[in-house]
């Protein structure tokens, strides 16, 4: 956006913002879309499944306690599934129907088929066969036209963009443009236009500023809240009480991108970390962590035994050489430790010095692109988690080289290091396979909002999330 597309004016005596006018209609944020969407799936499947009570079973138990026990069952499937395949997700790329549709399909058809199972094998009923196969052909067809409402129909006639304006002191051209490409979403579809950037040195200290109309959000970006000009004070908090939304760019982004800006030109991210030194009762998610790594190391433990005849068989012809390999990391604390893979490179692949992994990795061989695309390189990585030098959820443990050369870029760096290492994290599921010292960067504002918002319901979104991640080969 250039500077001079954007200007003052005096009118009254009163310094003016002016943009352009948008239409009064209500505006949608992206929680607000995905819970209409929520709760219509959850009115559909509820009646879905006590039409399967009622018609597709044969004398089905009429205890309220049976039937509310199956409706909530019911629910569980249904929404473990839209949620492991990703299907509330409205970001960037969502508006493609064609993929909207067949996830719908898909997701529906798995519903049908997981509750008739689940059925079968717990009450072990009697189905009216004719009424069960109409089942199958219903309830695609319904979730298709709900999501066919929802995107062609609902948002046709409800504005879901936010007109903005960027409020700034002592910012950079970088930094701006950065900023400026957030909020209006160049890589997620935020639901964010800026119509305005302002330098609020520009804004006279005793001049009053007229409020802005035609805008539904003010974004404001300073090194400190206590050195604004009074007119533009009373101008966010008449701003507020019209129902305005007003928050900071720190804000702005931790709510949009779940993830913590650090890259500042000033230390006010400095504010961002400090914040991860509250105290909050974790108890619940510290016994939470204990039963899921428990759970997890069990499985996982398992899964790593069964695997490693088939590995050290094909490992023979297709990946000549050591079946495991083991690298040092830094974990918690800054301690160095030791993890464990399955070999997936040639032997000499760092010969001429240490390097990350890229998309087409030429030092990848075949057989270990087949163990990478389905995650079973990192089952060694249990060993680890028995030597309590990780967890199963946790920012991902980097290598010493790299850490150093990230500490220069960033001081906030070694913050990450405040707990233990993870097989997988909030990075790990939100952001790209990293390739390069700026996509470490960019992971380190994921792991510092997870060392911040650490929860279970957040471990839960990970755990499910990876689910994605594996059963759809993501990632390198």
Same mark, same amino acid.
């Given at each position: ?327 040092? *990391?830094? !974990? &918690?604390? #800054?301690?160095?430790?030791?993890? +464990? =893979? ?5 032997? %000499?692949?760092?010969? @001429? ?66 707990? *233990?290492? !993870? &097989?997988? #994290?909030?990075?790990?599921?939100? +952001? =790209? ?5 700026? %996509?470490?960067?960019? @992971? ?33």
């Amino acid at each position: 956006m250039k500077s001079t597309d954007l200007y003052l004016k005096d009118s009254n005596d009163q310094e003016s913002i002016s943009v352009n006018k948008t239409s009064s209609k209500t505006k949608l944020n992206i929680a607000e879309r995905k819970f209409i969407l929520f709760f219509g799936d959850f009115l559909i499947a509820a009646v879905l499944i006590f039409a399967f009570m009622g018609f597709a079973i044969y004398n089905f138990d009429t205890a309220i306690t049976t039937r509310g026990l199956f409706l909530a069952l019911g629910l569980f499937i249904y929404f473990f599934l839209a949620y492991v395949l990703d299907f509330y997700y409205l970001g960037k790329g969502s508006g493609n129907y064609g993929k909207t549709m067949t996830k719908s399909l898909i997701v529906s058809m798995f519903f049908s088929l997981s509750l008739t199972l689940t059925t079968t094998i717990i009450f072990s009923p009697k189905f009216n066969i004719l009424e069960l196969l109409l089942f199958f052909i219903v309830v695609p067809i319904i979730f298709l036209f709900w999501r066919l409402i929802f995107h062609r129909i609902l948002f046709k006639t409800v504005a879901i963009t936010k007109k903005a304006i960027y409020l700034h002191s002592k910012v950079s051209s970088k930094t701006m443009n950065r900023d400026l490409d957030a909020i209006n979403g160049t890589e997620i579809k935020t639901y964010y236009e800026v119509c305005g950037v302002y330098d609020l040195t520009d804004f006279k200290e005793d001049k009053p500023v007229k409020p802005v109309n035609e805008i539904d959000s003010i974004i404001l970006e300073t090194d400190s809240i206590n050195n604004l000009p009074k007119g533009v004070e009373h101008m966010l908090l008449n701003s507020l009480i019209n129902e305005k939304e007003v928050l900071t760019f720190s804000s702005f982004y931790e709510n949009i991108y779940e993830a913590i800006p650090i890259n500042k030109d000033f230390s006010s991210a400095c504010y961002e970390i400090l914040q991860m030194q509250h105290t909050k009762i974790r108890y619940i998610h510290r016994m939470f962590s204990i039963f899921i790594n428990v759970m997890l190391t069990l499985f996982v433990g398992t899964m790593f035994l069964s695997v490693i005849p088939f590995v050290w068989f094909f490992n023979l012809f297709l990946n000549k050489g050591p079946l495991f390999f083991k690298q040092e *990391r830094i !974990g &918690i604390n #800054g301690k160095p430790f030791y993890i +464990y =893979k399955f070999r997936s490179m040639v032997i %000499d692949a760092e010969k @001429k010095g240490a390097k990350m992994a890229t998309k087409n990795d030429t030092r990848i061989t075949p057989f270990g692109k087949v163990l990478r695309q389905f995650r079973i390189d990192e089952l060694p990585q249990v060993i680890s988690i028995f030597r309590r030098d990780m967890l199963f959820i946790g920012p991902r443990p980097e290598r010493q080289v790299f850490v150093d050369k990230l500490k220069e870029i960033s001081p906030y760096y070694n913050v990450r290091h405040l707990i *233990r290492p !993870g &097989i997988t #994290g909030w990075a790990q599921v939100k +952001y =790209k396979y990293g390739e390069n010292l700026e %996509d470490s960067m960019r @992971k380190l504002e994921y792991d510092l909002y997870y060392i911040k918002n650490r929860s279970v319901t957040m471990d839960l979104k990970i755990i499910f999330k990876t689910i994605t991640t594996v059963l759809f080969s993501k990632g390198v």
